[in-house]
């Protein structure tokens, strides 16, 4: 008997059907309505624990509403010179093992952290579920979200446009927030994560960025190159995206590797289509669960409230 469940089955027929049929947009916003009809009391103890949280934070406004996005400088946040410095030893240990990747879905995009990492260098989780960045995600998505997928992502020299390197927004939810961290910087040709706001990105780009039909073409005829944002930097510089308003691409590493630190908020309910807790692929992202956090102890009292 299969591990997942009828209404999970039935939202795998109802994406499979809905974007052959050219229409994702609807199809995520039935697949969200079935899930909030299916926990209703969940969904609403999401919103009412969100009024407490955000009461009297500076941070709930962080992400301009409109713009869906907003970047920032090494010194924003006290963390960031640790995750820099936590990630490049990361990397100096896994570098021989980085062919690997070649046999990955995503060679140009492959995370190299383990959970093994993520009890080593406890800063990596403390900063994702701190306080300041919950009340962040929060203050955007208006509820109480859940932290999804954390990774240490790098991307090799590369010539290639493929998966998430076509412009494209983000299906796992209607909305969404990804964090990226530069821990090398990010110049002109290193890959970076390249977006156009959440402004600038209208329902035709939604859906068409669910679909992957837009070319490059396409979107500089709205947005020219010049005016599509890219996150530029220094190590510990990044920004918090929706990436599922936000359309987006990354990792097209012309002249120069990149490697970003990325965690990932979904709302509640998600989009996600469960997968077989089998199926495991190099390179895939950490799904981050209570059960992986045993070992660590978290600053925010708060942490686990964002973990299922």
Known sequence: ?????????????????????????????????????ASPVAT????????????NSKWAAYIPEREGYRAFLPDQFPQLREIVTACRSIFSRREEALSDRNNSSKPYFFNI?????????????????SKVVTEIVTGY????????????????????????????????????????VNIWEVESGGGGFTFLPKSGTPWAFRS????KTLSDADVARAVPEEQQITALGPPGSGVF??????????????????LAFQFQYVSRPDTLLAASPNRTVAGDHI?????????IEFCNPNALLFVE
């Open 44 to 55: 609403f103890a999401a919103k009412r624990q969100a009024k407490a949280i955000l009461a």
């Open 113 to 129: 952290l383990t959970t093994n990492d993520l009890n080593e260098y406890p800063v990596l989780l403390n900063f994702a579920l």
């Open 1 to 37: 008997m299969s591990d997942i469940s009828f209404g999970h089955r039935l939202d795998r027929h109802l994406v499979k059907k809905g974007f052959s049929a050219g229409w994702p947009l609807l199809t995520l916003n039935i697949v969200t309505a079935r899930r909030v009809l």
């Open 241 to 258: 995206a929706d990436t599922s308003r936000c359309l987006h691409q990354g990792s097209r590493s012309r002249e120069h590797p990149r």
């Open 141 to 180: 998505l208006g509820h109480v979200p859940r932290l999804h997928s954390i990774g240490l992502y790098y991307s090799a020299v590369n010539d290639t446009v493929a998966g998430s390197q076509i412009f494209h927004v983000d299906g796992d939810a209607l909305t969404q927030i990804k964090c990226f």
């Open 287 to 295: 799904n981050v669960s209570r059960n992986s956090l045993a070992e």
């Open 208 to 211: 068409g960025g669910l679909l």
